[in-house]
């Protein structure tokens, strides 16, 4: 196989040496998949052959963007082959008077973003990743992203898709007026984690840029302080442009490191932005200030230029990453939870962690009720991985018992596959698989991935996952 | 599939004390926020060539994981080290410092080819550390370029036919700026005012051959400022050139040598140590780490790094009087790697340029994009080097510059070949400058005025 491999796209975009295979075999998860070749197409011709090939050889086929994910999304379950989009990374069209963007699926989310920034625009799905993170992944993980609390998350930014199915077949699907008639197949595909098939042209939607943008940072004293505010904020009908929360742990991690000017002593402080005309932000902005400071903050204040803003931005951004300074591993979680059950979630949270002697970071789109704590661990110590894993099912568990749902915008990939019965019934998840059966022949597409289990992909993975469903009861359905 | 990585299956392959720290490595969570700021990534688009990709390489052989085969030598080879990963990383994972560990080893174990290793000796080892020697191959230099050889072996294009790489280099090579700096010529500049501090610098291996006035200019501007500036006779190269290519022990050499040529053992130190070259400043400011396990220098070598200042720091650090002579021109400044990415400094250099009456700077898109120069990078990768200079030449066009700034006499040359390479309506006419050379100009501006 990567001998035809290499006959169709060339001996420089075949990866399969031993020593090179082992460089993708993780993303941005603990998780780990091992593929057994990497190909790397620069066209649609490219993804069309290489899936052909792979069929005649029923090799498992995972696509994959920068590697970022954080479901395990992009790993090589399965084995097989990773089709790596990052060479097709040209912006093909930037329609400024219709405001869409027509790009290959490796254009970097940022990138895009500072296209569009020239002509007055903005795309405005802006996960944290952004700076690497290509706009296939996005689709395949309907990304979201602090801003996307008033903009909607990738899903209300895709208008239509060239997809390559799986069995070589290319088509369009969507168009570029708002509303098409019919079932909406581009939301189909937008979330579909690769198992459907390979998106190889995404025709995006771009917004105006926001004339005036207002930077919030407000201290607080206790996390409820803060979970109150939040829900006080979005209560009050005004919808910031991103309303995020950073808990004390998250602080400790990024302060030292990125300077952002957060108090290493609060327990919590709330990034709110609120954009549009100038008149409008300051009104809004000031009706945020009043609600943010019922809340006995400790401070609020405002970012007065685009560099102080940024850094503020940087803070939560880097916030994941700056976690390696406290522990080696993370393991980050994705939940949603309705936004008024946030302060007793967190409650939990806080719980549980402690009950697992395992240091948890928090830092989540707190208007979204999208909780990501972060457990802080060691991987080389006996036993963490698996007390780490244990506590993350008891949160996601807390979550789905708050009337949530386990993941907000990671995706379930490889990683919470064993939880979706824990919010679907056997009928529903049947239905979902029938849904991606009529895409064609999709068993072999990023396979184990969204349902448990599935043929072939083993026992070793996710045991753990198995065990916390034997501990909360085998039909714990919501 | 599986959740942690399979046990070792053999003993780690490291030899040397300088072996990448498994710790440091560990600060690695394989975000992948890197990837798009390097240029190897954005160039060959393959994660084996990429920060995260190298540290997993890393890390396998640290695990036993895999050998150190040719293949995964070169994806160490490939590394520019401008270190933008670093700018860009959330887990401030010191992947410089991995990458020199990593060299090191390689160049302990003796990975790459015997001609390269050769040369390397020849070179790096036989000329470099010796000032006379470089002044000798300076005056050669000259000699080739005045008596029109250079010239005729350009135009011929003959080099270009029996030898393409030496036709390179040869395109790269500084021209020999005579009179060469010589270390005694600081004594010549009065001072202005009281005496505010006294600094020594850093003169280094190719600039006082290559970029004469960029030393006069730096002398001239702090004199000005009441900085007094000498510059140690015993000095040598700084080592980043043999640092960076893993010849850690010369390095140590050069290291020792410097530190006793500026701090010989007295309480009599400078207030700065001065450098106007980014690529030897972040070394010299390394000279801490690098003599960590010297019972003799670790501590003398922490106190030499601690006082190291780049030139556009140490200006807007001690304050600098606002030049008056006007300077109608539109300069792009292009971040040195080792400026920005590894010291940080980012706004100094700006501030110095916009304290300039007349001049405008206008910022191209990726200013702290490597502009594919990294110290021997050119001469050795080549062919990577050439792809990632055109798209920063592209990048430099787009802006409405008529002079590139830059910080580091590596970046000068490389950028000096991109714009005889690509400014093809012959816009930028000057060569590439520092900085420091545009400020000095317009104080001299000044001064004509007001005489």
Same mark, same amino acid.
């Given at each position: 196989?990567?001998?035809?491999?290499?006959?169709?796209?060339?001996? &420089?975009?075949?990866?399969?040496?031993?020593?090179?295979?082992?460089?993708?075999?993780?993303?941005?998860?603990?998780?780990?998949?091992?593929?057994?070749?990497?190909?790397?197409?620069?066209?649609?011709?490219?993804?069309?052959?290489?899936?052909?090939?792979?069929?005649?050889?029923?090799?498992?086929?995972?696509?994959?963007?920068?590697?970022?994910?954080?479901?395990?999304?992009?790993?090589?379950?399965?084995?097989?082959?990773?089709?790596?989009?990052?060479?097709?990374?040209?912006?093909?069209?930037?329609?400024?008077?219709?405001?869409?963007?027509?790009?290959?699926?490796?254009?970097?989310?940022?990138?895009?973003?500072?296209?569009?920034?020239?002509?007055?625009?903005?795309?405005?799905?802006?996960?944290?990743?952004?700076?690497?993170?290509?706009?296939?992944?996005?689709?395949?993980?309907?990304?979201?992203?602090?801003?996307?609390?008033?903009?909607?998350?990738?899903?209300?930014?895709?208008?239509?898709?060239?997809?390559?199915?799986?069995?070589?077949?290319?088509?369009?699907?969507?168009?570029?007026?708002?509303?098409?008639?019919?079932?909406?197949?581009?939301?189909?595909?937008?979330?579909?984690?690769?198992?459907?098939?390979?998106?190889?042209?995404?025709?995006?939607?771009?917004?105006?840029?926001?004339?005036?943008?207002?930077?919030?940072?407000?201290?607080?004293?206790?996390?409820?302080?803060?979970?109150?505010?939040?829900?006080?904020?979005?209560?009050?009908?005004?919808?910031?442009?991103?309303?995020?929360?950073?808990?004390?742990?998250?602080?400790?991690?990024?302060?030292?490191?990125?300077?952002?000017?957060?108090?290493?002593?609060?327990?919590?402080?709330?990034?709110?932005?609120?954009?549009?005309?100038?008149?409008?932000?300051?009104?809004?902005?000031?009706?945020?200030?009043?609600?943010?400071?019922?809340?006995?903050?400790?401070?609020?204040?405002?970012?007065?230029?685009?560099?102080?803003?940024?850094?503020?931005?940087?803070?939560?951004?880097?916030?994941?990453?700056?976690?390696?300074?406290?522990?080696?591993?993370?393991?980050?979680?994705?939940?949603?939870?309705?936004?008024?059950?946030?302060?007793?979630?967190?409650?939990?949270?806080?719980?549980?962690?402690?009950?697992?002697?395992?240091?948890?970071?928090?830092?989540?789109?707190?208007?979204?009720?999208?909780?990501?704590?972060?457990?802080?661990?060691?991987?080389?110590?006996?036993?963490?991985?698996?007390?780490?894993?244990?506590?993350? =099912?008891?949160?996601?568990?807390?979550?789905?018992?708050?009337?949530?749902?386990?993941?907000?915008?990671?995706?379930?990939?490889?990683?919470?596959?064993?939880?979706?019965?824990?919010?679907?019934?056997?009928?529903?998840?049947?239905?979902?698989?029938?849904?991606?059966?009529?895409? =064609?022949?999709?068993?072999?597409?990023?396979?184990?991935?969204?349902?448990?289990?599935?043929?072939?992909?083993?026992?070793?993975?996710?045991?753990?996952? &198995?065990?916390?469903?034997?501990?909360?009861?085998?039909?714990?359905?919501? | 599939?599986?959740?942690?990585?399979?046990?070792?299956?053999?003993?780690?392959?490291?030899?040397?004390?300088?072996?990448?720290?498994?710790?440091?490595?560990?600060?690695?969570?394989?975000?992948?926020?890197?990837?798009?700021?390097?240029?190897?990534?954005?160039?060959?688009?393959?994660?084996?060539?990429?920060?995260?990709?190298?540290?997993?390489?890393?890390?396998?052989?640290?695990?036993?994981?895999?050998?150190?085969?040719?293949?995964?030598?070169?994806?160490?080879?490939?590394?520019?080290?401008?270190?933008?990963?670093?700018?860009?990383?959330?887990?401030?994972?010191?992947?410089?410092?991995?990458?020199?560990?990593?060299?090191?080893?390689?160049?302990?174990?003796?990975?790459?080819?015997?001609?390269?290793?050769?040369?390397?000796?020849?070179?790096?080892?036989?000329?470099?550390?010796?000032?006379?020697?470089?002044?000798?191959?300076?005056?050669?230099?000259?000699?080739?370029?005045?008596?029109?050889?250079?010239?005729?072996?350009?135009?011929?294009?003959?080099?270009?036919?029996?030898?393409?790489?030496?036709?390179?280099?040869?395109?790269?090579?500084?021209?020999?700026?005579?009179?060469?700096?010589?270390?005694?010529?600081?004594?010549?500049?009065?001072?202005?005012?009281?005496?505010?501090?006294?600094?020594?610098?850093?003169?280094?291996?190719?600039?006082?051959?290559?970029?004469?006035?960029?030393?006069?200019?730096?002398?001239?501007?702090?004199?000005?400022?009441?900085?007094?500036?000498?510059?140690?006779?015993?000095?040598?190269?700084?080592?980043?050139?043999?640092?960076?290519?893993?010849?850690?022990?010369?390095?140590?050499?050069?290291?020792?040598?410097?530190?006793?040529?500026?701090?010989?053992?007295?309480?009599?130190?400078?207030?700065?140590?001065?450098?106007?070259?980014?690529?030897?400043?972040?070394?010299?400011?390394?000279?801490?780490?690098?003599?960590?396990?010297?019972?003799?220098?670790?501590?003398?070598?922490?106190?030499?790094?601690?006082?190291?200042?780049?030139?556009?720091?140490?200006?807007?650090?001690?304050?600098?009087?606002?030049?008056?002579?006007?300077?109608?021109?539109?300069?792009?400044?292009?971040?040195?790697?080792?400026?920005?990415?590894?010291?940080?400094?980012?706004?100094?250099?700006?501030?110095?340029?916009?304290?300039?009456?007349?001049?405008?700077?206008?910022?191209?898109?990726?200013?702290?994009?490597?502009?594919?120069?990294?110290?021997?990078?050119?001469?050795?990768?080549?062919?990577?080097?050439?792809?990632?200079?055109?798209?920063?030449?592209?990048?430099?066009?787009?802006?409405?510059?008529?002079?590139?700034?830059?910080?580091?006499?590596?970046?000068?040359?490389?950028?000096?070949?991109?714009?005889?390479?690509?400014?093809?309506?012959?816009?930028?006419?000057?060569?590439?400058?520092?900085?420091?050379?545009?400020?000095?100009?317009?104080?001299?501006?000044?001064?004509?005025?007001?005489?």
């Amino acid at each position: 196989m990567v001998r035809e491999l290499i006959e169709a796209i060339g001996e &420089q975009a075949v990866v399969w040496h031993d020593e090179d295979l082992l460089v993708y075999e993780y993303d941005g998860t603990i998780d780990r998949g091992n593929p057994d070749v990497i190909a790397l197409p620069k066209t649609t011709d490219d993804v069309v052959n290489l899936i052909r090939i792979a069929n005649r050889y029923d090799a498992p086929v995972t696509p994959r963007g920068a590697g970022t994910g954080l479901s395990g999304g992009a790993l090589a379950a399965k084995g097989g082959v990773i089709i790596g989009m990052n060479r097709m990374s040209t912006i093909l069209d930037l329609d400024v008077e219709n405001k869409t963007a027509l790009v290959q699926p490796g254009v970097v989310n940022l990138d895009l973003g500072a296209e569009a920034e020239r002509h007055g625009l903005a795309y405005a799905p802006d996960p944290s990743s952004q700076r690497a993170c290509t706009i296939g992944g996005n689709v395949a993980e309907n990304a979201g992203g602090p801003h996307t609390l008033a903009w909607g998350t990738t899903t209300n930014h895709v208008l239509a898709l060239e997809l390559v199915t799986a069995d070589g077949e290319v088509q369009w699907i969507g168009h570029e007026t708002r509303d098409e008639p019919g079932y909406d197949l581009v939301g189909c595909v937008v979330g579909s984690e690769g198992t459907v098939g390979i998106v190889t042209q995404v025709l995006v939607r771009l917004v105006p840029r926001p004339t005036a943008v207002r930077t919030m940072l407000a201290v607080y004293d206790s996390v409820r302080q803060a979970s109150d505010a939040v829900s006080a904020v979005v209560a009050s009908g005004i919808v910031p442009a991103a309303l995020e929360m950073i808990d004390k742990m998250t602080i400790a991690a990024v302060e030292p490191v990125l300077n952002t000017g957060f108090p290493l002593d609060a327990e919590a402080v709330l990034l709110v932005e609120v954009d549009g005309p100038e008149s409008q932000v300051e009104a809004e902005g000031a009706r945020v200030e009043g609600i943010l400071n019922r809340f006995e903050p400790r401070e609020v204040r405002s970012a007065t230029d685009p560099e102080e803003r940024e850094t503020l931005w940087a803070g939560r951004k880097g916030a994941i990453g700056a976690l390696g300074q406290i522990m080696p591993n993370y393991y980050l979680l994705d939940g949603v939870v309705p936004r008024t059950t946030l302060p007793d979630v967190l409650d939990g949270v806080y719980e549980i962690a402690e009950r697992y002697r395992l240091p948890v970071a928090n830092m989540f789109h707190a208007g979204d009720g999208n909780l990501h704590p972060c457990l802080l661990f060691d991987e080389r110590e006996p036993g963490a991985t698996e007390r780490v894993l244990d506590a993350g =099912g008891e949160i996601m568990r807390l979550c789905v018992d708050a009337g949530g749902a386990i993941t907000g915008e990671h995706g379930v990939g490889l990683e919470k596959r064993d939880y979706l019965p824990w919010i679907f019934t056997e009928d529903d998840m049947d239905t979902m698989k029938s849904l991606r059966a009529a895409f =064609g022949p999709t068993e072999n597409f990023n396979p184990c991935k969204i349902f448990p289990k599935g043929h072939g992909c083993g026992e070793a993975g996710h045991q753990h996952a &198995q065990h916390q469903i034997a501990k909360f009861g085998p039909k714990a359905f919501v | 599939m599986s959740i942690s990585a399979p046990p070792p299956t053999t003993e780690p392959l490291w030899l040397t004390e300088d072996r990448p720290d498994a710790g440091e490595l560990g600060l690695c969570v394989h975000c992948g926020f890197c990837l798009n700021a390097c240029p190897t990534y954005h160039d060959l688009g393959v994660e084996t060539d990429s920060p995260r990709g190298r540290i997993a390489l890393m890390r396998g052989l640290d695990d036993g994981r895999i050998a150190w085969s040719p293949r995964v030598q070169r994806h160490f080879d490939q590394c520019l080290q401008c270190r933008a990963c670093e700018t860009a990383c959330p887990s401030k994972v010191p992947y410089g410092r991995l990458m020199e560990a990593t060299r090191a080893e390689a160049f302990a174990q003796q990975k790459w080819p015997r001609r390269q290793r050769l040369i390397w000796r020849l070179v790096m080892r036989g000329v470099f550390p010796y000032p006379r020697r470089l002044r000798l191959a300076g005056y050669g230099l000259k000699l080739y370029q005045r008596s029109g050889l250079q010239f005729l072996v350009r135009r011929s294009g003959l080099l270009k036919r029996l030898a393409p790489r030496l036709a390179e280099i040869d395109a790269l090579s500084p021209s020999a700026r005579r009179p060469f700096f010589a270390n005694r010529d600081t004594a010549r500049e009065p001072l202005r005012g009281a005496v505010r501090a006294r600094a020594a610098l850093v003169t280094g291996c190719m600039m006082p051959l290559a970029f004469p006035e960029t030393h006069r200019a730096t002398v001239r501007v702090f004199a000005r400022n009441g900085v007094a500036v000498s510059a140690p006779g015993a000095q040598v190269c700084c080592g980043a050139l043999h640092a960076h290519g893993g010849d850690v022990e010369a390095a140590r050499l050069l290291a020792r040598s410097n530190i006793d040529a500026f701090t010989p053992e007295s309480d009599d130190l400078p207030d700065a140590i001065l450098i106007n070259a980014a690529g030897c400043g972040s070394h010299l400011k390394e000279y801490g780490h690098l003599l960590r396990n010297d019972p003799e220098y670790a501590q003398r070598a922490a106190a030499f790094a601690a006082r190291v200042r780049d030139v556009h720091e140490y200006l807007v650090e001690v304050g600098f009087s606002p030049p008056a002579g006007r300077i109608e021109r539109t300069v792009t400044y292009q971040d040195s790697c080792h400026l920005s990415h590894a010291q940080g400094i980012r706004k100094p250099p700006r501030e110095v340029l916009r304290s300039i009456p007349g001049l405008t700077l206008s910022e191209m898109r990726t200013p702290d994009r490597c502009c594919g120069s990294a110290g021997l990078y050119s001469v050795v990768q080549s062919e990577i080097s050439q792809r990632v200079l055109a798209e920063k030449m592209d990048d430099v066009l787009s802006t409405s510059a008529e002079q590139i700034c830059t910080a580091n006499p590596g970046c000068m040359l490389q950028l000096d070949a991109g714009i005889a390479q690509y400014d093809r309506q012959g816009r930028m006419m000057p060569r590439s400058t520092h900085a420091i050379e545009l400020l000095d100009e317009s104080y001299r501006l000044g001064d004509e005025v007001d005489a």
